[in-house]
């Protein structure tokens, strides 16, 4: 049944996510530390998970891919300058513009999307969404998000558009997936001993970077009746499922794939956004706040998108 499968994506995530909370609100673990879970994840296991679910990838189906590769540059990254401009329209503040904006138009999903849409949509479909959203976001937003972040706050003198690019395409979050996609187009099959010698790394992603992101939570405060985090969740919720519905519905692409990006656009904002807020102290609990809240809406909103997707 459908309501077993998106019961069995959800409930690991929120037991997983509430260890990390709890262990955090306890001093289990130092903010230090935290950094440390979150570090493992984006740069050894997620990057090796996308790795091999991309170099697994049947070739003749990624060849197929670029209406909704196209779907996630409007959705993720030109969704951030949008909200980033229209911040800046109502009075607010550059550095706090470039964060909020980042924060309603990131994702997580490739944190979440392994344990929630591999369950929903199968290993092809799921693993291929979660890579092809850790292409996307971190080539053409996160690059964009961290020049901008530098920009506003003073740090950008000398720093160049090469030099940015280079640390982009560096980033093992943007070098697991490209790798995998041009084993997958190559045609060469992956031997199973580098299957077996890298599965482990790949099993531990979900279940680390889930933790990661409790325990961040646990080190902010929460204000959930802010302004900002009310209008910003509602973005998150309502503006970026539009806008991918909508993407979707006119490239007439219908496929599991289509399912499952749709799927992808109500997760939560990216762990990046409580670390960017961290790193620049500025609005360190309204990023925290908006992860909560588009974490805990995925009770409903999940649910409401698998039903939408009846009409894609």
């Not at 969704?79 to 309603?104: C, D, H, I, N």
Request: aromatic share 8%; glycine share 8%.
């Amino acid at each position: 049944m459908v309501l077993d499968r998106v019961v069995a994506a959800i409930a690991p995530v929120f037991l997983i996510l509430l260890l990390g909370f709890v262990a955090g609100k306890r001093k289990r673990f130092t903010m230090e530390q935290a950094r440390g879970f979150s570090l493992l994840t984006l740069h050894y296991t997620l990057p090796v998970a996308l790795f091999l679910g991309m170099a697994q990838f049947r070739r003749d189906l990624l060849m197929q891919q670029g209406a909704l590769i196209l779907v996630m540059i409007v959705g993720y990254a030109v969704l951030f300058p949008v909200a980033f401009w229209v911040l800046r329209a109502f009075g607010m503040e550059k550095l706090k513009a470039v964060l909020l904006g980042y924060t309603v138009a990131s994702t997580a999903t490739p944190i979440y999307g392994l344990t929630v849409l591999v369950p929903i949509f199968g290993m092809e479909a799921g693993t291929g969404v979660v890579g092809m959203a850790a292409l996307v976001t971190n080539l053409a937003q996160v690059s964009v998000a961290i020049a901008m972040l530098a920009a506003a706050s003073g740090e950008g003198d000398g720093v160049s558009a090469g030099m940015i690019f280079r640390r982009t395409v560096s980033n093992p979050l943007v070098l697991g997936p490209v790798l995998g996609a041009l084993v997958s187009a190559s045609g060469y099959a992956v031997p199973g001993v580098v299957i077996s010698t890298l599965k482990p790394f790949a099993v531990a992603a979900s279940g680390v970077a889930i933790f990661a992101c409790g325990l961040a939570l646990a080190f902010y405060p929460v204000r959930l009746l802010s302004r900002v985090v009310v209008l910003g969740s509602l973005a998150c919720l309502v503006v970026q499922p539009v806008v991918f519905f909508g993407c979707i519905k006119l490239l007439g692409v219908g496929s599991a794939m289509a399912k499952a990006t749709f799927v992808s656009s109500v997760m939560p904002t990216s762990t990046p956004t409580v670390l960017f807020a961290h790193q620049y102290r500025t609005c360190e609990a309204e990023t925290a706040s908006i992860m909560l809240v588009t974490t805990l809406a995925m009770v409903v909103t999940i649910p409401v998108c698998l039903v939408v997707c009846g009409w894609l």
